[in-house]
Every structure is written in C-alpha cells, then in structure tokens.
C-alpha cells in the first residue's frame, strides 16, 4: 500500500526566506504527485501537479520536482510572504481515476 | 479548470440523525469520484470511490452502512452519514477527475475537490 509521508511537520520562516518542503512516497508506480494548499478550515487548492513522467512543474514563485527512482517529491516556494502561511499537502495518484494518498501535511508560517 | 461543487459547507445535527452531502461536477461528467475525511490535525484519508450506475468501494473500516454513497448521475454523487454520532464530526470532501481532460503524454489530470463540509454532531 502507498505511504505518504511529509517532512517536516511544521516551519516556521521569517518573511523572504526560501521554503522547502519534502514529500516521500514508497512505492514508485504513481500516474503523478500533486501539491495542495489547506488554510485552516477551509478545502483544497491545488497548487501543482507533476506527470510521472516529468521532473519537474513550474508556477510562479512555486517550483515542484519529483524523483520516482527515490520515491521524492519536493517543493520550494521562493521569497515567502506571511500570505504563504497554511498547510501543504502532498498527494501521490495511485489509480488512473485520480485515487489520491495524502501526506500529513507541512504547517507553515510566515512571520512579517 | 474543472469544478467541483459541494453542498453544504457546514451542517451541525443531533446524534441519531442522518445528513446527507451532495457532490456536483458541474461542467464535466465524473463516472467516478473520491469521498475523504479529515479529522482535526489530520491528513485527508480516502473513506470510498464512488461509482457512477454501481456500488461505492469503500476502504478498509469505513462502515458501508453508516457512510451511504449514491451515484445516481454523471455529476452527482451523495454521501449519507446515517445514525450520526459525535464522533462522525469531521470535515469531509470529495473529489473527481475529469475524464475528457489528458495531457499530451495522456497522463493523469488532476482530482478537482469540492469545498469540504464541515460536519459537527452534537
């Protein structure tokens, strides 16, 4: 069965640094990996999306990569803002109907 | 991109009650959709696929019985969370795919979700 895991499980940055959150999953037949963004009682945006067959996607200050071969996913918001603080989800495919296996998440927050 | 509508954003009800969710793609057909739950501090956990004309696959534990799942059409799936207690208090979404959209290698789009219902029991 699909494990997803995510490290860490919250961050606390300061305004304009760099962000990095990891994603692992166990097994690498996923169809692809998907980010989402959770504010706190809220629902689901989906912030990227990665084809198993691709590296890496790209939008805005959001870049996310994605290793089969090591079962990694990992993405970095640039400059963050105190509007980046939330919950990051990651979510591995592991169905062509769009099953999802959820991570736990990453709490972030942003401090001014 | 695909929508996904979810109604209602919020219910509260007496234990022994039942409440029923309504998921809706509305500008797509879904054959298939995804119902989660997420409890507070949680991370989502997929309950069942729900299947268009056939019975919901629930996952393991999900009560079948409690959690009824009707797929009646292309763009609506209900989840009935019959008996209700407090311990069902949860936020619950669902999710759906559409079909018709494929990239050019034909990989997997992405699962659209609905706003989530914020289910309290009392």
């Known amino acids: 069965k699909q494990e997803v895991t995510q490290i860490p499980a919250a961050l606390s940055v300061p305004e304009g640094e760099n962000l990095v959150l990891n994603c692992s999953f166990t097994?690498?037949?996923?169809?692809?990996l998907q980010w989402f963004r959770q504010d706190p009682g809220k629902g689901l945006t989906s912030l990227l999306l990665?084809?198993?067959?691709?590296r890496e996607q790209t939008s805005g200050r959001l870049n996310a990569s994605l290793d089969k071969s090591s079962g990694r996913s990992t993405l970095y918001i640039a400059a963050s803002q105190p509007g980046d603080s939330a919950t990051y989800l990651c979510?591995?495919?592991?169905?062509?109907?769009?099953?999802?296996?959820f991570g736990a998440g990453t709490q972030v927050v942003v401090t001014p | 991109g695909a929508v996904v509508s979810q109604h209602p954003s919020w219910v509260i009800c007496k234990s022994g009650t039942s409440v029923k969710i309504e998921c809706r793609s509305l500008?797509?057909?879904?054959?298939?959709m995804f119902w989660y739950r997420q409890f507070p501090k949680q991370s989502l956990m997929l309950m069942a696929t729900?299947?268009?004309?056939?019975?919901?696959?629930?996952e393991q534990g999900v009560e079948k019985d409690k959690f009824l799942i009707n797929h009646a059409s292309l763009t609506l799936s209900t989840l009935t969370v019959t008996s209700a207690h407090p311990e069902d208090s949860s936020f619950y979404i669902c999710?759906?795919?559409?079909?018709?959209?494929?990239?050019?290698?034909?990989?997997?789009?992405?699962?659209?979700f609905g706003q989530g219902t914020r289910l309290t029991v009392v």
């Open positions: 999710s759906a795919r559409d079909p018709q959209l494929s990239y050019r290698d034909l990989g997997v789009t992405e699962a659209f």
């Open positions: 097994d690498s037949a996923i169809y692809n």
């Open positions: 990665i084809q198993s067959s691709q």
């Open positions: 979510a591995a495919s592991t169905d062509s109907w769009g099953k999802l296996q």
């Open positions: 500008d797509f057909q879904a054959t298939t």
């Open positions: 729900s299947n268009e004309g056939s019975k919901a696959t629930y």
